[in-house]
């Protein structure tokens, strides 16, 4: 019983505070408090690691305060993905948009003096308030679909190291702010810019701040893209902490990664950036094909830009039991810098295919919403398979065309119905 009452003790506490307040009471509780945390001793506790907040209390929505019904698949950094059925919104709430971190988010932040620097190879340096942002250029908003290049990983074999996401690392939030060209062009691109670094005040998980827990860019002909916001609200409201309060960049189209959180240093380069994570193999792929387990030389790879097409089913949820043979099948489909074309569905095993109604995007860089009914023949089990084409003709694969990084995968979404 009295380990009862010490769960609550934890769990009232959780309630009332966000991840960085769980994982610093972690970090300094006994392991008393964690096994009661999960309600059961943990023969191996020993080997966990500090501030490590085990599964079992991860299903528990104060984990991730603001989020409804996301999978967190680690604590340190924080990342957690999103159920294809909870996907099902047109505009991707924001409780139910996928965190996607590399460090330490930054806490006690102060609005009045946060600073966005544009420096580098400009001709005007610039620092900007948050309301110079909003009161020195045209403030837009923008349904812009953003997708983690890891989205997938846990389906590679053999297995590639980093987050095992499986479908749910992408959004498609409506997000207001400024153009980042309207920023540069005012800042000054000098003829020696050849692409963006980008920082944010995210700490390095060490907890040394001379590293940076990650600082990605663009080439300057994708920065001045004018659907890449500078972004300071999602959905209407200020950004969720976690998705990156109170400033962020929405580079949509490519790697969430190039979107940096909590922003407040754009570095203009005159050559590509090497900040973390934009070396050595990090979202990177090989040039050519690669079989599954391959060897591939750093000098092989190649930076990630634009994404694949791709389309996810998020009604019905897998696994579901239908009376009759009629089913409405709906989801979305996005393709990086591209746009999709068509959307197919197969209830046979590709077999046979139908064509989805597709939607136009709400604008460029949304994703394009698709509904079809299917009718299946007679009682029993079946697949539905969606596979998406691009504007240029480029479909979904059935498989994974598999990397050393687990980046990229596109293979076609598929959910199970059972007919009686």
């Not at 509780?29 to 945390?37: C, E, P």
């Not at 209390?57 to 999978?71: M, N, R």
């Not at 059925?85 to 996928?98: A, C, E, K, M, N």
């Amino acid at each position: 019983m009295e380990g009862d009452g010490q769960r609550k003790n934890v769990l009232a506490l959780d309630s009332k505070q966000g991840v960085n307040d769980r994982r610093g009471f972690l970090k300094g509780a006994g392991m008393a408090a964690v096994a009661a945390l999960v309600g059961e001793v943990i023969p191996f506790q020993a080997n966990l690691p500090e501030g490590f907040v085990p599964a079992a209390a991860a299903a528990d929505d104060s984990v991730l305060t603001g989020k409804d019904g996301l999978s967190l698949l680690n604590d340190r950094p924080v990342n957690a993905e999103t159920p294809p059925h909870f996907l099902d919104d047109d505009v991707t709430p924001t409780d139910r948009h996928f965190v996607r971190n590399n460090g330490i988010p930054p806490t006690d932040i102060d609005l009045a003096a946060w600073r966005l620097v544009i420096d580098g190879e400009v001709d005007k340096p610039l620092s900007l308030s948050l309301e110079d942002l909003r009161s020195k250029f045209e403030v837009v908003k923008l349904k812009l679909q953003l997708e983690c290049g890891g989205n997938g990983r846990a389906f590679f074999e053999p297995k590639a190291k980093g987050n095992q996401w499986t479908y749910g690392a992408v959004g498609c939030s409506e997000w207001t702010g400024v153009r980042l060209a309207d920023v540069l062009n005012a800042a000054g691109l000098k003829p020696t810019a050849v692409y963006t670094g980008h920082y944010g005040s995210d700490l390095h998980l060490s907890g040394n701040s001379e590293k940076e827990a990650i600082s990605r860019g663009v080439p300057i002909a994708k920065a001045m893209n004018p659907y890449n916001l500078i972004a300071f609200e999602q959905n209407g409201a200020p950004i969720h902490p976690e998705n990156g309060a109170p400033l962020r960049l929405v580079v949509p189209g490519w790697p969430g990664s190039c979107s940096q959180k909590w922003l407040n240093r754009i570095w203009v380069r005159d050559q590509v950036h090497d900040g973390a994570k934009m070396t050595g193999t990090s979202y990177r792929v090989p040039r050519y094909p690669v079989a599954p387990g391959e060897e591939v030389a750093k000098e092989d790879f190649a930076i990630i830009e634009s994404m694949p097409v791709k389309s996810l089913i998020t009604s019905p949820q897998t696994g579901v039991k239908v009376a009759d043979r009629k089913l409405l099948v709906r989801g979305h489909a996005w393709a990086g810098d591209r746009s999709v074309s068509r959307v197919d569905i197969t209830i046979d095993f590709g077999r046979t295919w139908v064509s989805a109604e597709l939607n136009a995007p709400a604008n460029p860089f949304a994703w394009q919403t698709f509904s079809t009914q299917v009718s299946f023949p007679e009682r029993g089990y079946y697949e539905v398979w969606a596979r998406a084409t691009d504007d240029t003709g480029v479909q979904q694969p059935f498989s994974i065309a598999w990397n050393p990084k687990g980046y990229l995968n596109n293979m076609m979404h598929r959910i199970a119905v059972y007919v009686g």
